[in-house]
């Protein structure tokens, strides 16, 4: 089983930087795709970013690609998101999630979820 625990979000102003850190307590994440979601109240969740178990391999969300990016450390079990030159718009709860596939990711299919964190830009 893979336990997915999300952390670093908070109240920013428009452009700050945050970065968000994902770890694992459970299944080494090393084999796992893993990427970001961020769900707005009232809308459905939306993808943002995945990498592979590699690294070599990133996708981001058009609304992101420029001021986002995703790292991971398999040796900790974590997986990151930088974010930079946040707005307003980027103020959503993110999760996390993983799958041993990295093509499958970006549709949110995946049974492997944290439990979000809440981050807010001020404008």
């Known amino acids: 089983q893979v336990w997915l625990s999300e952390s670093g979000g908070g109240l920013v102003q428009t452009g700050d930087s945050l970065q968000l850190s994902c770890v694992s307590s459970?299944?080494?994440?090393?084999?796992?795709?893993m990427g970001w979601f961020r769900q707005v109240p009232g809308k459905e969740r939306e993808f943002v970013a995945a990498?592979?178990?590699?690294?070599?391999?990133?996708y981001f969300a058009d609304s992101v690609k420029g001021r986002f990016t995703i790292s991971r450390n398999n040796a900790k079990n974590a997986v990151y998101l930088q974010m930079n030159t946040l707005t307003p718009e980027d103020t959503a709860v993110y999760y996390c999630?993983?799958?041993?596939?990295?093509?499958?990711?970006?549709?949110?299919?995946?049974?492997?979820w944290g439990q979000g964190t809440q981050v807010t830009v001020s404008s």
């Open positions: 459970g299944r080494t994440l090393r084999n796992y795709a």
């Open positions: 990498i592979s178990w590699s690294s070599s391999n990133t």
């Open positions: 999630a993983a799958d041993p596939f990295l093509e499958r990711l970006p549709s949110g299919v995946t049974d492997y």
